[in-house]
């Protein structure tokens, strides 16, 4: 995903025919180049924090995709530290 601007928005692409392959070559490679940049800061995915928000009530829960740094069996403080850093983040979101 790449930032459009200030509280503008983001511009995301997928792969496949819908993806960025209606992009001229040179286009693509920035955009490929950025989101390369992008997961190298980032680092590792450690786990995935939803929480899915209904009229009267809110059910949080964590996963762990393949691959993920953390999974069931880690060390519950590990999966509470993501889970806080996931709460800053939102806390920050707009």
Known sequence: ???IGPGKGWIGYGTG??????????VRAEIERREAALKERRGRLLCEVHVQ????????????PAGSALDAESDSSDVASAVARARDALAEWR
């Open 1 to 3: 995903m790449e930032a």
């Open 17 to 26: 025919p819908c993806g960025k392959d209606h992009l001229p070559l040179d």
């Open 53 to 64: 928000v209904y009229e009267r009530d809110a059910v949080p829960g964590v996963a762990f």
